[in-house]
């Protein structure tokens, strides 16, 4: 089975600041992995994802990760914070569903961030 | 605009009916998901199909049932609603090795 922990509930920073959101996973296969973001009353929509290949994956919004597999990380970060960057952040890991398309989502339970003017 | 086409975008309901949400997956795509959102649960999978068969399960009530048409669209059927079921409802589509895409959600609210 597959799981995601997201590290803090609820993370602030200031405008400017890095912005550094914490995602561990567990899966027996080789994962995929992804971010999404839902800003307020909206859907979710993707940052980033790993698949194979480059460990750091650049996403939209200055936004990057990095896949550590030895620490079974899959860490969210942006230089510099913006006002607009105020959202929920998802973690989510997924399998190859035989090929057929990727298999369920499994996603953390969130993180709220806040950026502070 | 993720191409995911989700209706209705609210639906306000009392406990004992049955809703239906529909999903249209984006052009091409031929896995179709389903997801609920709720405060206490987060984001649960219930249940995914590709190509019109059921693919896999997850947290779903056997009150609710899925099923994805020949034309890809799919439907998810709520029946004998409680007011637990109050949620956000996300369809999301996907084509063989390309990202999931999510639609806008419905909300439903069980009064």
């Known amino acids: 089975a597959q799981s995601v922990t997201q590290l803090g509930s609820h993370v602030s920073v200031s405008e400017g600041a890095l912005v550094l959101l914490r995602c561990n996973y567990s899966?027996?296969?080789?994962?995929?992995l992804f971010w999404y973001v839902q800003y307020p009353n909206q859907g979710l929509q993707l940052l980033l994802k790993?698949?194979?290949?480059?460990?750091l994956v650049k996403g939209i919004n200055g936004f990057e990760a990095e896949f550590k597999k030895s620490e079974t990380s899959f860490h969210l970060t942006k230089p510099s914070a913006h006002m607009s960057d105020a959202a929920e952040y998802f973690c989510?890991?997924?399998?190859?569903?035989?090929?057929?398309?990727?298999?369920?989502?499994?996603f953390g339970q969130g993180t709220i961030l806040t950026v502070h003017p | 605009d993720s191409g995911v086409t989700q209706t209705p975008k609210h639906l306000i309901t009392a406990t004992g009916q049955r809703v239906t949400l529909r999903c249209s997956p984006r052009?091409?795509?031929?896995?179709v998901y389903w997801y609920q959102q709720s405060l206490d649960q987060g984001l649960q999978f219930l249940i995914q199909?590709?190509?019109?068969?059921?693919?896999a399960k997850g947290n779903i009530l056997e009150r609710f049932s899925a099923q994805q048409f020949p034309d890809l669209h799919s439907e998810l059927n709520l029946s004998s609603l409680e007011l637990g079921d109050s949620a956000l409802y996300f369809c999301a589509s996907a084509t063989r090795g390309n990202t999931i895409y999510f639609g806008e959600g419905s909300w439903l609210t069980v009064v």
């Open positions: 052009s091409g795509d031929l896995s």
């Open positions: 989510a890991v997924s399998d190859d569903a035989g090929g057929t398309s990727y298999g369920k989502l499994t």
């Open positions: 899966s027996s296969v080789p994962p995929y």
């Open positions: 790993y698949t194979t290949g480059a460990t």
């Open positions: 199909y590709y190509n019109g068969e059921e693919r």
